[in-house]
């Protein structure tokens, strides 16, 4: 079957399956210890996934990386919040996040999915980072991978446009607060789709390439009680921005997912104290002041 | 100054002050270890409060009992969800969560306040327990003292409606779970202001008499590392409800309320694992089957 032939969803939807196995198995690599479990699954209104988890492992405390492809039919509240005529929508996608064990180690999700509803079609995605200790070099390295991607693929895509989208998305309106240092993000690309699809696979296959070589470069440097203690009150941050603000995990909860696949994004232990601050001058403190408030990061010098 | 020349709003909210201090007091004396420590702040459009929390006790892992006065305008959108005309408005209240550290002692959350928008005037509030393990004993007794609270004041209170409506309160929908075990809840009581809250003040001087006998009789009792996990994994559903569903969390962050007094309600420690399943016929089994499930506990035997 000829690419022109098998519809963009199709396509897609392969893409993101194969993207699954890939990432699994790169990850699973670099743990070295820990193996993923999947669970297969169906939804009722249409559908299914595959959802796989990883835990205990010598990086990874806790990740995830599902893959699912729903069809069917939106509530008529929800879908007046969602673009496109009609109730009936399909969404592909594949949505990971990953809590490494070592508080040196950042936290990371990205999600890329594409979605039909009525006559309209859409890309939608991102990947971003939450550190908990400020390593200049990482960040950086971070944000050039989408960036690079982003520039190659202009201008159909717009690398700061993005990065902005990104900051803005991932920010926690009840604190007035960052959650963490950004990446890129992006929503209802229904123009040059062809176009915008190569964009996302280039995306999807970067990952690894983006985060491996910050937790090769983290990964054993020692940390005592107080470096995974303020990871674990970070954490928090992390699930009240997935509870309250998430979009994700509202489309899942609001069209009937399955919720230890939506909630496997949430890190395996998580602190919460009353009015905690970090000591002025401490790494912690220089993440919060240095690293939260969005920079142009992929343009300063390593 | 007497009853009838002094305006319901200035009575509620004294005796709101007066049993901040007299919960406190009691919590402190039955820890016997640890002290509150209180926080005031004012809030910018209005009003303020008094935060005393607690933390690292003898029985309270964390705990804060929240008093709070605040009045001024609300947004468009979130008057038109609340009773009364226009966007002025008062609310004073106390809102207590204790998270002891022994797993067997059940968490408990209470709060009783006093709203006026417009010219509409009403009591809201409530007490609920939510446990780990199964005891017959502390689930009948804190009903009973509900109950018998709730009949005293029939029939301007319904302790039926009551208990039924914290049933449907705390229910984690996305989930299709309860919270814990229950207690009472009402809101919008309207009618015959002087005896709600007659009724209100019997409710919260009742408070400590409903929990404290609980904490007595399993404080001491020894645990070990699955009693904990178990514990930090029930916690989990704790913040998902009260970051997902809770009108209270979500009343003070649509009014621009202290975010860190907002947020004292969450546990200290919480832990999420993937698709996690007690044993079948253990105790952490019993809880879900046997207690979770709404029952008339007030008038079952001990």
Same mark, same amino acid.
């Given at each position: 079957?000829?690419?022109?032939?098998?519809?963009?969803?199709?396509?897609?939807?392969?893409?993101?399956? %194969?993207?699954? %196995?890939?990432?699994?198995?790169?990850?699973?690599?670099?743990?070295?210890? $820990? @193996?993923?479990?999947?669970?297969? #699954?169906?939804?009722?209104?249409?559908?299914?996934?595959?959802?796989?988890?990883?835990?205990?492992?010598?990086?990874?405390?806790?990740?995830?990386?599902?893959?699912?492809?729903?069809?069917?039919?939106?509530?008529?509240?929800?879908?007046?919040? =969602?673009?496109?005529?009609?109730?009936?929508?399909?969404?592909?996608?594949?949505? +990971? =996040?990953?809590?490494?064990?070592?508080?040196?180690?950042?936290?990371?999700?990205?999600?890329?999915?594409?979605?039909?509803?009525?006559?309209?079609? #859409?890309?939608?995605?991102?990947?971003?980072?939450?550190?908990?200790?400020?390593? @200049?070099?990482?960040?950086?390295?971070?944000?050039?991978?989408?960036? %690079? &991607?982003?520039?190659?693929?202009?201008?159909?895509? !717009?690398?700061? /446009?993005?990065?902005?989208?990104?900051?803005?998305?991932?920010?926690?309106?009840? *604190?007035?607060?960052?959650?963490?240092?950004?990446? &890129?993000?992006?929503?209802?690309?229904? !123009?040059?789709?062809?176009?915008?699809?190569?964009?996302? @696979? !280039?995306?999807?296959?970067?990952?690894? $390439?983006?985060? +491996?070589?910050?937790?090769?470069? *983290?990964?054993?440097?020692?940390?005592?009680?107080? /470096?995974?203690? #303020?990871?674990?009150? @970070?954490?928090?941050?992390?699930?009240?921005?997935?509870?309250?603000? !998430?979009?994700?995990?509202?489309?899942?909860?609001?069209?009937?997912?399955?919720?230890?696949? &939506?909630?496997?994004?949430?890190?395996?232990?998580?602190? #919460?104290?009353?009015?905690?601050?970090?000591?002025?001058?401490?790494?912690?403190?220089?993440?919060?002041?240095?690293? +939260?408030?969005?920079?142009?990061?992929?343009?300063?010098? =390593?």
């Amino acid at each position: 079957v000829s690419e022109t032939t098998t519809s963009l969803r199709v396509r897609a939807t392969e893409y993101f399956r %194969d993207l699954q %196995d890939r990432i699994c198995a790169g990850l699973e690599q670099a743990d070295g210890q $820990a @193996r993923f479990r999947e669970d297969t #699954w169906q939804r009722e209104g249409g559908g299914g996934g595959r959802t796989r988890v990883i835990a205990n492992g010598a990086v990874f405390e806790k990740g995830g990386v599902n893959f699912s492809e729903v069809f069917g039919t939106m509530s008529e509240e929800f879908a007046r919040q =969602v673009p496109g005529e009609g109730r009936e929508f399909t969404a592909a996608g594949i949505s +990971l =996040v990953l809590h490494p064990r070592n508080p040196y180690v950042p936290t990371v999700h990205a999600n890329f999915r594409f979605l039909t509803k009525g006559q309209k079609q #859409w890309f939608g995605g991102g990947a971003d980072l939450t550190p908990y200790y400020p390593f @200049r070099e990482d960040v950086v390295q971070f944000h050039r991978v989408w960036r %690079d &991607i982003c520039q190659r693929h202009a201008p159909v895509v !717009d690398y700061h /446009q993005m990065k902005e989208d990104c900051d803005r998305y991932f920010f926690l309106t009840h *604190r007035n607060e960052p959650r963490g240092v950004g990446g &890129i993000f992006f929503d209802y690309l229904e !123009d040059h789709l062809e176009r915008i699809f190569d964009f996302v @696979r !280039d995306c999807g296959d970067a990952f690894l $390439a983006a985060y +491996l070589p910050i937790v090769a470069r *983290r990964r054993h440097t020692e940390y005592g009680q107080r /470096q995974r203690d #303020w990871q674990l009150y @970070r954490r928090g941050r992390y699930v009240e921005f997935n509870l309250i603000h !998430d979009r994700g995990t509202l489309f899942g909860l609001k069209t009937g997912g399955r919720i230890e696949s &939506i909630l496997m994004s949430l890190p395996p232990l998580v602190r #919460w104290e009353y009015d905690y601050h970090p000591e002025p001058g401490s790494p912690e403190a220089e993440l919060l002041e240095q690293y +939260l408030p969005p920079r142009d990061w992929a343009n300063e010098p =390593v």
